[in-house]
């Protein structure tokens, strides 16, 4: 038998890969081993794995001794693709995922394309902007009451999910994390302040008392593209005046950061009207019948009229942070680095009864003062007679 011709079997030795020929056809139809016929191979065997083979077209003789790696790679180039499971057995060189098959890798069939990706995305902050919005949990019989209230909510989660960020939140512990960020520092505070009472017996100090009847605010402005230098010397200008006085002296100002300074004055006197209630002393019928005439801490004398009209009482300024940097060339060849400076202008407004009180105190404290005596007639002590050399 010098020809093989379509076989479809064979047998691998563990350390040889042994050719047989299965069955035979003869010419009148009967198979026999020596027929010199087409030889046919049935299946292949492997240690304790044996699968069916495809026809393949086979060169070589009937019996063949080879090294199993020789035998099985020529195997592989006649039959083509081997099976699923063969493809863990055959030997694998220069490869380290010899039996993992691509773990850890992403095929290209795993590989989404843009627009599901951002499907993907879309769908997940939808998920979390209604998680967020609607509260409720579970069937009740308050569902359509709740559904309605909260109706704005989901509206505006739809349009925050549309977008890139998620906004507030409504959830209880979002709330709680805004409303109360440390909860330990909170119950110390408390404590301390339980503590600071009983020791004072229910009293309040003098400060505790004023900051009760009295009224402020404080307002800051953004960072101004000027200097300290310049703005300080409208900060000087406006304290100790009232906020009418000092927007009309920032409105006919020449400098060109006073426009600004007004603005924020503004700014200051519509806050404290409207969350404070400051300066309502015409609306509520505070004001005084007679005209009130009273001494500054500055030493200036006047009257005043409302008690609750705001003034400037504290006003200074801060260094921001610098605007960029330029070069500034100086002689022989050198040069420097001049930074743009921003500033920034706080003022503290408070109201007339303020100044009416600390007047008062400094006239009660002049009256219990008791006359001022020159020298005392009592023996000069803790003197020596003589010089200590």
Known sequence: ??????????????????????????????FSPFSPGPLQLERLSLGNHSFQLPFARLSTIMSLHLPARRAVQSARATVGQPSLHLSRLLPKTQRRNAWFNGWGSQSSSSKESPLAKELTKRERQQKMADRMFNR?????????????????????????????????????EHMERALDPDPRWRVRYQKKKVMQMVRADGKLTHKERIKQSEKEVH?????????????????????????DDAI???????????????????EA??????????????????????????????????????????????????????????????????????????????????????????HDDRVEKQAKKAPWIHLPNRPVTAQRQYYCW
């Open 1 to 30: 038998m010098d020809r093989v011709g379509y076989a479809t079997g064979m047998e691998v030795h563990p350390s040889y890969l042994l050719l047989f020929v299965a069955r035979a056809p003869s010419r009148s139809g009967n």
């Open 136 to 172: 409720t949990q579970g069937s009740t019989i308050f569902d359509e009451e709740i559904k309605d209230a909260e109706q704005p909510g989901q509206d505006a989660s739809k349009e925050i999910a549309a977008g890139s960020t998620v906004g507030f939140s409504k959830m209880k």
């Open 219 to 243: 307002s800051a402005s953004p960072p101004l593209p000027t200097s300290t230098k310049k703005l300080v010397k409208l900060s000087h200008q406006i304290v100790g005046k009232t906020i």
């Open 248 to 266: 009309t002296q920032m409105r006919y100002s020449k400098k060109k950061i006073a426009k600004e300074v007004k603005w924020q004055l503004e």
């Open 269 to 358: 006197r519509d806050s404290a009207i409207a969350s404070r209630g400051m300066g309502l002393g015409v609306h509520t019928g505070e004001v005084l019948r007679t005209p009130k005439k009273i001494q500054t801490k500055d030493g200036r004398w006047i009257e005043v009229q409302d008690p609750t009209q705001l003034y400037i009482d504290e006003s200074w300024v801060a260094k921001g942070p610098y605007r960029g940097v330029r070069i500034q060339y100086h002689a022989r060849a050198r040069m420097s680095r001049m930074w743009r400076p921003t500033t920034s202008i706080n003022v503290v407004l408070k109201e007339e009864k303020t100044r009416i009180r600390q």
